[in-house]
């Protein structure tokens, strides 16, 4: 028996070497990297820097079997939609990804994510996405910020990751981030000259810190490994250089080296809660709190689903976190069962029920999601639930869990996502056993990133369209 060989011709090799000098015509971005999209000889081509509808010169840097990337030599011509980053890093920092798009383009790709997510990946051809409800000013938005804290130099810098990697890019300011987090960033660079507040660094791997636009309070995190000697004493030295701070923690024991908190906490200075309020709903937020980091957007939601409310009279939500949205549902008067895995959320959401007076009308249960569905409580609370409100992780919902709510038949399913591919394959799976998808409504909860919250309702036939 003869052994056959495979010819060359069976694996031809890639047109394209490292080092050639191509023209691209660029159509799309890649949402999580920002790199523009194009094709040379056949094969796909990645890039940073050119925007769809622009032509590039590119020199290939790498070949992959169904793709290269390359690095900009030139652009050839300059979209309508190009505008000028507002900030110094971007481009090496990995926080944002489409600065040098304008925003209302921004807005628009956003929906082509979405809408090509549920056509492509969840074979979802009849939903309805709008176009994404944005922001009048999409800077200065985000009410929390983990900075890395490099100790390469001696004295500690302060920065985010670059993109795609760990390298550290030491910032002076962020214009993301909100004023009092922006003023923080220059307070630290400050603490860690100053004698009194710089031995609180000595071992800190991550500052986390969060702001309150009501409130213009601040709660400030310093993550270490192991509980650190060195954080107490001089944290009242550091509150004094971050103006709005309340309190300090030392947040220690990381569950990973990416992890930027740790799961343990001591308070070391002044309270470790802020005050926050979105529309009428009030909140008590730590650095380590399940809180979204838009709480402009947040509000945009709310006056969606407050559209959708009538008739309402029990939800359950899912993956509840601190109880967010559970407590808006039940400052409406309506009855709320929220399901939350991670025991320091629940009782978050319990003690903001309480603040909110709103006790009566709540009931938060601490458990896996699918697993509590599967007791005999989950099952009567699915059985009298008017809607499920679900707001998973960016790894989407499980099958015994959208399997539970198929069984029960529930009315309406309202879902909410960070995440278009888990949206769409979750909602193939309850179209399948048959729901319908009506409005799909994204939501621009990060403006200049490539990140895009969308709420999707759903409804059985039997029950109309909302």
């Not at 020199?59 to 110094?88: D, H, M, Q, T, W």
């Not at 900075?147 to 500690?156: C, E, K, N, T």
């Not at 099952?379 to 099958?399: I, M, N």
Request: proline fraction near 7%; charged fraction near 25%.
């Amino acid at each position: 028996m003869t052994r056959s060989r495979l010819s060359a011709a069976t694996f031809p090799a890639p047109a394209l070497r490292p080092g050639d000098v191509v023209e691209i015509e660029c159509t799309d971005l890649i949402a999580k990297t920002g790199q523009a999209v194009g094709r040379a000889d056949g094969m796909v081509v990645y890039v940073l820097g050119p925007i769809p509808g622009e032509r590039a010169r590119v020199r290939i840097e790498a070949v992959k079997a169904k793709y290269a990337v390359g690095e900009l030599v030139e652009l050839l011509n300059e979209s309508s939609e190009r505008v000028e980053p507002f900030c110094p890093v971007f481009g090496i920092c990995g926080g944002c990804q489409v600065q040098h798009l304008a925003y209302p383009a921004q807005l628009r790709w956003k929906r082509e994510l979405v809408a090509n997510a549920l056509q492509r990946l969840g074979g979802i051809k009849d939903a309805r996405v709008a176009v994404p409800i944005g922001m009048d000013e999409p800077r200065a938005y985000r009410n929390k910020m983990a900075l890395v804290v490099d100790h390469s130099d001696g004295m500690p810098t302060f920065g985010f990751y670059a993109a795609r990697s760990h390298e550290v890019v030491p910032v002076e300011a962020c214009p993301v981030v909100m004023p009092q987090l922006d003023r923080h960033i220059a307070g630290l660079h400050e603490a860690a000259r100053d004698p009194a507040s710089a031995p609180a660094f000595a071992d800190v791997l991550h500052v986390v810190a969060r702001a309150a636009r009501v409130s213009e309070e601040g709660v400030v995190s310093l993550t270490t490994r192991r509980p650190s000697p060195h954080v107490s004493p001089a944290a009242a030295a550091l509150a004094a250089h971050l103006p709005g701070v309340v309190g300090i923690t030392n947040s220690y024991e990381p569950s990973s080296e990416n992890a930027v908190m740790g799961r343990r906490q001591t308070t070391v200075f002044g309270r470790a809660e802020m005050r926050e309020a979105i529309d009428e709903v009030q909140f008590r937020v730590s650095p380590a709190s399940f809180f979204q980091v838009n709480s402009e957007m947040v509000g945009r939601i709310f006056a969606f689903l407050r559209e959708r409310l009538t008739g309402i009279e029990n939800v359950i939500d899912l993956y509840c976190g601190a109880g967010t949205f559970a407590l808006f549902f039940a400052k409406q008067g309506i009855h709320v069962v929220g399901i939350e895995e991670n025991p320091n959320a629940v009782r978050e959401a319990k003690a903001n029920a309480e603040l909110n007076l709103v006790a009566e009308r709540t009931t938060f249960l601490a458990g896996r999601v699918d697993a509590t569905l599967r007791t005999k409580r989950g099952a009567e609370t699915l059985a009298a639930a008017d809607v499920v409100f679900l707001d998973p992780p960016r790894k989407g919902s499980d099958e015994p869990t959208l399997a539970a709510l198929v069984r029960a038949r529930v009315p309406r399913i309202w879902y909410l996502s960070c995440n278009p591919a888990t949206l769409a394959r979750d909602l193939a799976y309850l179209v399948a056993d048959g729901y319908r998808v009506g409005d799909v409504q994204p939501f621009d909860m990060f403006p200049q990133t490539g990140h895009i919250e969308a709420l999707a309702i759903l409804h059985r036939p039997e029950e109309g369209a909302d």
